[in-house]
């Protein structure tokens, strides 16, 4: 009888023992929504190892459009974001949906065509060039999806004295990420604005020769900068703060900074790192 209760008492020891493991476990794993460009060009899947392997923190992530990504932090479905809006984050934390915002590293916006250029928009800034598209109603392919990509774009047609060509023949919304975007461009010959880090992805995807060719860039106004942002545990209690701030501050470190500046396709940069 004593040694039957010496077994159980032991059992149970383990029982607890091994809960406990798991809930710590549990506790260590963090979940992020991010945009698709960081997903797709691979940027997450080389710095993801390192960021566990350094702090021993799981990360899993869900890859979508800035708007549909902040929306997941605003109903509390995950614990961090790393979107490319800056405008709708400061908005974001102005209404109590997030808490902390850091930069961490930036691209830049391309619109991309077929060499043929029918809309001859090559060179052109890119109001020029958006208000020839306009003109030639040339084939233009919006991703649609209120990502961080697609309000810029917004932006940039109203900048050129557009209103958005959403009801135009020319003027196809995908409702799909960047790359694919890319590859509904290329089957229709025809335009689309990108982050340059997922053109470079595509180029390599296509041995380094694209059908579709880079046309307009380097106005000021193309600048993509990628930031993470902490939800305010006010609204999300829940929520992995303290997890979410140990990424923010990695991916800010010399040593993340250090992998982004390394991460290359075709020995181009897709990302340039520039923590605050």
Not at 59 to 67: E, H, I, M, Q
Request: glycine share 8%.
């Amino acid at each position: 009888m004593n040694k039957k209760k010496i077994f159980l008492s032991i059992l149970a020891a383990l029982l607890v023992m091994i809960l406990a493991i798991n809930a710590q476990a549990q506790n260590k794993n963090l979940m992020m929504a991010t945009t698709t460009s960081t997903d797709n060009t691979g940027l997450l899947d080389y710095l993801i190892p390192h960021f566990e392997k350094e702090t021993g923190i799981a990360l899993k992530w869900t890859a979508t459009g800035t708007g549909k990504a902040l929306k997941l932090g605003q109903n509390c479905d995950v614990d961090v974001l790393l979107v490319h809006a800056p405008p709708a984050e400061k908005k974001y934390i102005e209404k109590g949906y997030g808490k902390d915002r850091r930069q961490v590293m930036y691209n830049d916006f391309v619109i991309i065509g077929p060499e043929s250029d029918p809309a001859g928009i090559k060179g052109k800034s890119i109001s020029d060039a958006l208000n020839a598209v306009k003109n030639k109603q040339a084939m233009f392919m919006s991703r649609g999806d209120d990502s961080g990509t697609n309000k810029k774009e917004k932006l940039l047609w109203e900048n050129a004295g557009i209103s958005i060509p959403d009801k135009e023949k020319w003027y196809v919304q995908t409702g799909q990420g960047m790359l694919a975007t890319i590859n509904v461009a290329q089957e229709r010959n025809g335009y689309t604005m990108t982050d340059r880090g997922t053109y470079i992805k595509y180029q390599s995807q296509k041995g380094g020769n694209a059908p579709l060719k880079v046309l307009v860039e380097g106005d000021k106004i193309l600048l993509n900068q990628y930031s993470v942002l902490t939800l305010d545990p006010k609204n999300c209690p829940n929520a992995k703060y303290d997890l979410a701030i140990q990424f923010s501050n990695w991916m800010a470190s010399q040593n993340a900074q250090n992998l982004i500046k390394e991460f290359r396709l075709l020995g181009k940069e897709l990302f340039i790192p520039n923590a605050k």
